[in-house]
Nanobody
Framework: QVQLVESGGGLVQAGGSLRLSCAASSGTFSNYAMGWFRQTPGKEREFVATISRSGGIMRYANFVKGRFTISRDNAKNTVYLQLNSLKPEDTAVYYC??????????????????WGQGTQVTVSS
């Protein structure tokens, strides 16, 4: 089992940037594909990006359009999400998630086994 803790959220103006981090404890981090999702009140959790266990393959939601970058450092047990050119519609709670022992590149929240508590990102216009 792995515990996930996100950090790096905050308030930023439109066009600004943030870097989210998700630190994993316990378990072998490199055994988990990692993903980022986001959620706003009253809406379902939405796929943002995923990265393979080795970090070699990434997949993004269409709305990202080159603005966000997912990366990981297996030596530091951490996955990152760099958010650039932020828009007010990017405002949400961002969650990281871990998928055990596979690189399915799934966009479905149900494919992921472990979740962090989330970090709030607020983009002002």
């Amino acid at each position: 089992q792995v515990q996930l803790v996100e950090s790096g959220g905050g308030l930023v103006q439109a066009g600004g940037s943030l870097r989210l981090s998700c630190a994993a404890s316990s378990g072998t981090f490199s055994n988990y594909a990692m993903g980022w999702f986001r959620q706003t009140p009253g809406k379902e959790r939405e796929f943002v990006a995923t990265i393979s266990r080795s970090g070699g393959i990434m997949r993004y939601a269409n709305f990202v359009k080159g603005r966000f970058t997912i990366s990981r450092d297996n030596a530091k047990n951490t996955v990152y999400l760099q958010l650039n050119s932020l828009k007010p519609e990017d405002t949400a709670v961002y969650y990281c998630a871990a998928e055990r022992n596979t690189d399915s590149y799934s966009v479905r929240p149900s494919s992921f086994d472990y979740w962090g508590q989330g970090t709030q990102v607020t983009v002002s216009s």
